[in-house]
């Protein structure tokens, strides 16, 4: 299964609401998560299932989406929160992640 | 704390070998799915392969099946990357990782470079 994940990078400022997608080559149900990535450290996970929040994870992410097409949204984007996000499909094996999106200050 | 430590990395010639661990605490490894998930150098992230909490089954990606297993010491508490065969383009972060539904919880990774 193919992870089509979009934009590759994109400039935001504090306070933006930010849309990051990611679609599937085929149904997935809703078998996706999402990771947050900063410079030289592990992943983690902010979403599971494609719309549960993570334990600690600030109520400013959300998921949704099933089947093929789903989304990443930061309703107001905070200084912590520029990184890279990466989804992460675990319908079937070989699990696959998406390119990545840089989300970068404006 | 859940915890996973990687070790084992460093510089290896092409076609040479080189076995990772992942020590884990806090959990018991035979009652979780653990994976490896690796990442070259400013690249994404890529899953590399699976173990069940059976100690039975895995999975592997394309392109290291046939060069790399994966194992587990039940006593020691203990993942294992056996790579073999290696080659330039396995040069990367490999990260230890859990989870059975998705990655729950990631080691901080340990570097692999593949160079002459």
């Known amino acids: 299964i193919q992870m089509t994940q979009s934009p590759s990078s994109l400039s935001a400022s504090v306070g933006d609401r930010v849309t990051i997608t990611c679609r599937a080559s085929?149904?997935?149900?809703?078998?996706l998560g999402w990771y947050q990535q900063k410079p030289g450290k592990a992943p983690k996970r902010l979403i599971y299932t494609a719309s549960s929040l993570q334990s600690g994870v600030p109520s400013r992410f959300s998921g949704s989406g099933s089947g093929t097409e789903f989304t990443l949204t930061i309703s107001s984007l905070q200084p912590e929160d520029f990184a890279t996000y990466y989804c992460?499909?675990?319908?079937?094996?070989?699990?696959?992640f998406g390119q990545g999106t840089k989300v970068e200050i404006k | 704390e859940v915890q996973m430590v990687e070790s084992g990395g460093g510089l290896v010639q092409p076609g040479g070998s080189l076995r990772l661990s992942c020590a884990a605490s806090g959990f018991a490894l035979n009652d979780y799915w653990m994976h490896w998930v690796r990442q070259a150098p400013g690249k994404g992230l890529v899953w590399v392969s699976r173990l069940d909490s059976d100690g039975r089954s895995t999975n592997y990606a394309d392109s290291v099946k046939g060069r790399f297993t994966i194992s587990r010491d039940n006593a020691k508490n203990t993942l294992y990357l056996q790579m073999n065969s290696l080659r330039v383009e396995d040069t990367a972060v490999y990260y230890c990782?859990?989870?059975?539904?998705?990655?729950?919880?990631w080691g901080q990774g340990t570097l692999v470079t593949v160079s002459s």
């Open positions: 990782v859990r989870g059975l539904w998705g990655i729950e919880s």
């Open positions: 085929r149904g997935i149900n809703n078998n």
């Open positions: 992460l499909q675990h319908h079937n094996y070989p699990w696959t």
